[in-house]
C-alpha cells in the first residue's frame, strides 16, 4: 500500500511541474508579441525545450481558434484553455495506468494468498523498482503463472481391478452386445475385449510388467497370469460365451489379440535399444485385457490354436527367440484345455527349435522342458496322450519328432548337458505315443515304414546307447508290420553297418523277440535272402572292412535260421506228442465206460 500511495504522488506532482511551465510560457509569449512593433524588432530568447512542448497544444487546438478570434489576437486566453485540457487529457490517462497497475497487484496479492508462497521478498522489492523506474513499467511485467501441483492416481493391482468385475454385470453385458450384434462375431469379440479393457484401465504397466513377468516366471507359474485373479463365475460366464463362437471368428480374434502382444513388445524393444523410431504402442489399459480375453479363448476352444500353425509357423513375425515366452504362454493355456492340443502344438512350434540355435540357449532349453514336463505330469495324462496319439489325421508325435528326441536323449557322452537327464525323463512317455496305434491298421503300416526308414539310419551312427535304442525301434518295426522285412531286404546292403547290429541283437534275444511275431515266414525268407546277398558280395568284395563285416551278418544269419529250424521241429514233434496224448485218452474213457457197465450189472443197478 505504501509504494503505490509514493507512485500517485509522484504521477500528480509531475502534473503541477508541468502545468506550471505551461502558463509561465503562454505569458512570455503574450508579452512578446506586444513588444514586436515596439521594440523596433528586438525578440525575446526562449528555450527549444519549452518550445517543443507548446507546438503540440498549439497544432491540436488550431482547429477551435476559429471561433474565437479576438482570444487569438491577444494570445493569451486561447493558449490557456488548450494547455489545461491536454493536462487533463494527460491527467486522466495516468490515473487509467495507476487504476491498472493497482488492479493488477490486487490480483497478484490475491493468488499469492491463494497458496502460490513461491514469490519471496527479494521479489516484491524488485517490483517496486520497477514500478518506480517510468510511466507504466511495473504494467507491462507478466505476472508468474501458478503452477498447480499434479494429483498422483492411486496404485491398482490387477488383483483390485478383477475383484470389482461383477459376473451379473459382465453376463447383462454380454446379452446385451448379443443382442445387438448377433451376426457380426468380430465386433462382438471387440465389444468382449473392450469390457476387459475398460475393467483394467485403472492398472499401470508398472503393476503389471509383462515382459519382466514372462522372462522370470517358471511355467508353473505363468500358466496362471492373469487368470489367477479372475473370479470362477465371471470366468465361466466368460467361456461359456466364448463357446458359442464359431471357429473362424475365434481365429481372426486370437491373431488380433497376438499382433496387439507382439506390437508392445516391439516397442519395449525399441526403447531398450534407444531407437527414435516411432513405434504405434497398445493402450496401457489394454494390456492386461488382451492376455485376459487371450487365455479364456485358448482354454476354452484349444482346437483354434492348431488351425493357426501353419500362420504361426509360416509367419516370420510370429517367430523369434524374444517372442518364445509368450508362444509358450499360448499353448500352455491351450493345454489347460486340451492336452492333447498343448503336446501337439509343443511337438511342431517349440520342440524344433532345439535343433537349431536355440539349443544352445539355456534359457529357451529350460522353458521348452518346463511346457512339456508340466504335460506330461498332469493327471492321467500318459492315458490320455495316448488315446489321442492321432489327432486331425496326424501323428501326435511324428517319426521326424522322435529321431530328434532320440538324438537329444542319447548324445555322445562329450555332448551331454544338465538337460539331457531331463529328456531322459519325458522319452519313455513320448516314445510310446509315437508308437502307439492299432497294430496291423493301414495307417499303422505307413507309420512303421516312416519309422524304420529313421532308424535304419540313427542305428548304423557311432553312439552306442542311440545305436541300441534306434535297434529297438527297428525291431519294434519288423515285429508290427511284417512288410518291413521287405522294406529290409531293399536296404540291406546299402545299410550293412546297421543290419548286423540288428541281427546281432535278435540272435542274441531271440527268445524275447520271436515271441512278438506273428508269424516266422517272413523271418526265414529274409535270412535266406541275405545268405544269399552275402554270398554274393562276398565274391566280389576286395575291401577287408565291408568283407568283415558281410562274414558277420552272413553268421547271425545263419545262427538264426537253425534256431527257426529247430523251433519248426519242436512244434511238429509237439504237435505229434500232443495228438497221441489226445488218442489214448479217448481210449482210456472208452474201456473205463465198458467197466462201469459190467459193475452195474453186477449190482443190479439200473442203467446210467
Known sequence: MDENSALIAQLLMEDEIEMRNRNGNANANGSVSGKDQNDGGWKTVSYSKRN???QPSKVSNSSESSSSDHQRSNGVGGEKADVFRSIEKKSEDRRRRIEEEWRKREEEESGERDGSKRHSDEDDGESEDGGHGGDGGGAGEEVKKVKKPKVKKPKVTVAEAAAKIDAGDLGAFLVDITASYETQQDILLMRFADYYGRSFSSVSSAQFPWLKIFKESPVSKLIDIPLAH?????YKASVDWLGQRSFEALGSFVLWSLDSIFADLASHQEVAKGSKKVVQRSPSKSRVALFVVLAMTLRRKPDVLIDLLPIISENPKYQGQEKLPVTGWMIAQASQGDLVVGLYTWIRVLFPMLSGKSSSNPQSRDLILQLVERILSSPKARTILLNGAVKKGERL?????????????????SARVKATERFEAVYPTLKEVALAGSSGSKAMKQVTQQILNIAVKVTGEGSSELSREASDIFIWCLTQNPNSYKQWDMFYLDNLE??????????DEWKDHSVKHSSLDPVRETLKSFRQKNGKALAEEENAGDCASLKEAD????AILGRLSRGHGCIRSLFIVSAALAAGAVIISQKEYWDLQKLSAMLNLPPS
Open 555 to 558: 553268421k547271425y544269419c545263419k
Open 230 to 234: 479372475i473370479s470362477q463365475d465371471v
Open 498 to 507: 546297421a543290419s548286423v547290429t540288428v541281427l546281432r541283437r535278435l540272435s
Open 52 to 54: 517543443k512542448k507548446q
Open 397 to 413: 508325435v511324428p517319426p521326424s519328432a522322435l529321431e530328434l528326441l532320440m538324438r537329444l536323449t542319447f548324445p555322445v557322452p
